[in-house]
């Protein structure tokens, strides 16, 4: 019997609230950044790795700013684009640290220049690092304003060669409706992206979910918690499978 060899590169998008206080809503909390938390995510993806995924990591900063929180023409919206994607490499560098700390190897690879920090980003050094069995974390967005972390994590996953792409969300995958508005909306478990097209459902920024598509990405939206990356990775039993099949 021929096995087939399961295809372990991959980038996971996490936005900025996995990296502040999980119990309150952002506006909610002073805590920007949640060290116990950001351990227990360390730990997960060190999980991941040991068990032979390479494994990338595209991180947001909504935790510490979005561009929608300055209105009007009080800062236009390149500069507050701007500010989101600098805003990422706080983020970026506290999860280094915490893998660092239990001894897993990791690099941060910008988008834009910050040499005494972290690498600037060249998708064959990103390659390389994965090989290396290193964390490689994608800081800095795509660098151009007017996209999102969406788009990065579909840019990066295509120009390091992943199949496969992991969006970890506040709700439990793909609904036909908004849970917290219709507590009957219906979860799905898989989903094609022509369905997704069809029924209008916002499983990704419309600029990220095009390029998937039209590059036959697998993409798994799913709950997070730093439990569920591992369950959602390995098992692959949790959230929502959006594919072209």
Do not use: C
């Not at 590169?9 to 609230?17: A, D, T």
């Not at 990066?156 to 792409?165: C, D, S």
């Not at 419309?206 to 993409?219: H, Q, S, V």
């Amino acid at each position: 019997m021929i096995k087939h060899k399961i295809d372990k590169k991959i980038v996971i998008k996490l936005s900025g609230e996995v990296f502040s206080k999980s119990s309150q809503k952002i506006h909610e909390s002073e805590d920007n950044l949640n060290f116990p938390q950001i351990k227990s995510l360390a730990q997960s993806l060190k999980k991941l790795v040991q068990a032979g995924y390479q494994v990338g990591v595209v991180v947001g900063a909504g935790n510490i700013f979005r561009a929608r929180m300055v209105k009007g023409a009080e800062v236009d919206r390149v500069a507050a684009d701007h500010m989101g994607m600098m805003a990422t490499a706080i983020n970026a560098l506290a999860l280094q640290a915490a893998l660092e700390k239990i001894g897993q190897e990791t690099r941060v690879l910008s988008a834009f220049s910050i040499p005494a920090l972290m690498e600037d980003y060249v998708y064959k050094r990103a390659i390389n690092h994965l090989k290396n069995k290193r964390v490689v974390i994608f800081a800095g967005g795509t660098g151009n304003p007017f996209f999102t972390t969406d788009t990065t994590l579909v840019l990066r996953a295509l120009e390091i060669g992943a199949k496969k792409i992991y969006k970890a969300s506040d709700v439990s995958g793909v609904y036909d409706s908004d849970p917290d508005n219709n507590p009957k909306a219906k979860l799905y478990k898989h989903l094609s992206y022509k369905e997704a097209l069809q029924k209008n459902l916002k499983v990704m920024d419309a600029t990220a979910f095009a390029l998937a598509r039209e590059n036959d990405l697998e993409l798994v939206v799913f709950k997070y918690s730093p439990a569920s990356i591992v369950q959602a990775i390995k098992n692959n039993n949790l959230g929502t499978k959006v594919d072209n099949n």
